[in-house]
């Protein structure tokens, strides 16, 4: 790996979902002002065990920034009485990320529905909900950030599988002040259309989500590896983003059954690290 | 899932991977032959045990007509010796094709070398290395069939990924008798492009194959599913493949160390009911 730069500290963003299992709530905020870390995701489970406001109360005089509350979405369901309950569970969690400050709300589609099994229609009826979720969205003022995940996720989490079709959402939404674009490095990094699309994303890249595919990958969801530990170019891909005109947090965002294992402090001494060698 | 009219049976090919861990070759055989299955994919790791002549032998007289040989290719190493080795593979892989009479030889790219993790640079490799086999498989008479794999194979397997990757090479090589693409359902059925693409390959595409992926995939690489039982709508993907121009076989191939445990013959019957109602 060619020796990077040190980054910029204050841009370094810790996603609450690597620290899941061994931290509650306030361990999480503690832990962050301990190792002098400004900004931070909520994860929204950890969220509703106390509530919005009760959270908003614990991050008061933290200063710590909420670049965004993840996740809200699953909106992809062909049946209409499915729907309007999901459309009415991402209202909430509009109203959420407004009370706790956060800059935006991670939108997950949600995935194929066997009753159906017609990418085509289920792509357009994401679509067509999220035109109905604009108004509300920018009345609280947080941006939704559309998250292209993996095409491995688009039976189960989201037919949102690439960066491209995340920019064609958002020239049909016309609405460029509520709906950003989530670039994370584990869904894009083998898209050959991907320096086109993110030149071409600009401006709407709202959060920049890193982490690393790792070569012996034992699950599809939780699997993901330690930046520097992987296969992605990251360095070229943050360049990338940053070429495009993205000058937010780099956040360190690792879904992992492994990683949930060990101890958060020392987890997160090594994110220091590797945000300065593998970043 | 709406009701398909029969198809004809004379188009199924059955892949010998289905039944790797319970058969032998020769078990293989007579079982397509008892199961009246007229064509076969081999698998190269069991065409090994025997040999291409032995093979070849064991074949003749049976009526049995061979789609392609599985697999040959992983020449995306950035170490020029490594490549060379890697080529001479693929070179003795088509002679063996070629000794059993296959119509192509299913090629693999390989994956992302964590000694480069460029892969802009490791798929103009692959392009270059595979220009370099033109006049051999050409003297053969073996169609190589870019298979491209799913996105998730990308640091493993496989930096061919989409099917509008494969149409570029293919444009590239310049060489249309000799590199064909093999259409896998489990790769591209998530793809937004597959219409275009699809329309786009119309000739090119030499072998089919057909398998579902399965809501709750435990495993990247051996856990695909049996058609119908999973999320792809493998009708629509077939009407398509075959309005490009393809008329070739529909061949069921279940990379699956859950249908490895079940009884062969039983596994067979249920293709074949599949073959009708959910190809």
């Given at each position: 790996m060619a020796h990077q730069p040190g980054l910029n500290e204050s841009l370094l963003a810790f996603h609450q979902v690597n620290v899941l299992q061994k931290w509650s709530?306030?361990?999480?905020?503690?832990?962050?002002?301990?190792?002098?870390?400004?900004?931070?995701?909520?994860?929204?489970?950890?969220?509703?065990e106390h509530g919005a406001t009760?959270?908003?109360?614990?991050?008061?005089?933290?200063?710590?920034h909420v670049t965004s509350l993840c996740a809200a979405g699953l909106?992809?369901?062909?049946?209409?009485?499915?729907g309007a309950s999901a459309i009415e569970d991402v209202k909430r969690a509009i109203e959420e990320a407004a009370t706790i400050g956060a800059d935006s709300l991670m939108f997950v589609a949600g995935?194929?529905?066997?009753?159906?099994?017609?990418?085509?229609?289920?792509?357009?009826r994401v679509v067509d909900r999220l035109a109905g979720l604009t108004s509300h969205a920018r009345a609280a003022d947080i941006r939704i950030?559309?998250?292209?995940?993996?095409?491995?996720?688009?039976?189960?989490?989201?037919?949102?599988n690439s960066l491209r079709i995340a920019n064609d959402w958002c020239d049909a939404l016309e609405a460029e002040d509520v709906f950003g674009i989530a670039i994370d490095t584990y869904a894009v990094w083998w898209d050959p259309d991907l320096p086109r699309e993110l030149a071409r994303a600009g401006k709407r890249i709202c959060n920049f989500h890193i982490n690393d595919w790792l070569e012996d990958t034992?699950?599809?969801?939780?699997?993901?590896g330690m930046p520097g530990d992987g296969l992605i170019d990251i360095p070229g891909i943050r360049r990338m983003v940053e070429a495009a005109g993205y000058t937010g947090h780099r956040e360190i965002e690792i879904f992992s059954a492994r990683w949930?294992?060990?101890?958060?402090?020392e987890m997160i001494r090594i994110v220091k690290e590797r945000y300065h060698t593998a970043v």
């Open positions: 709530m306030q361990q999480f905020i503690d832990g962050m002002r301990r190792h002098h870390i400004g900004a931070i995701a909520i994860w929204r489970d950890k969220l509703r009760a959270v908003a109360r614990m991050l008061t005089g933290t200063g710590l909106i992809a369901t062909p049946d209409p009485g499915e995935g194929v529905d066997p009753r159906d099994k017609n990418l085509e229609s289920t792509r357009q950030a559309l998250a292209p995940l993996h095409p491995m996720a688009c039976a189960s989490r989201s037919v949102l034992q699950d599809l969801r939780l699997d993901r949930w294992q060990r101890d958060p402090d």
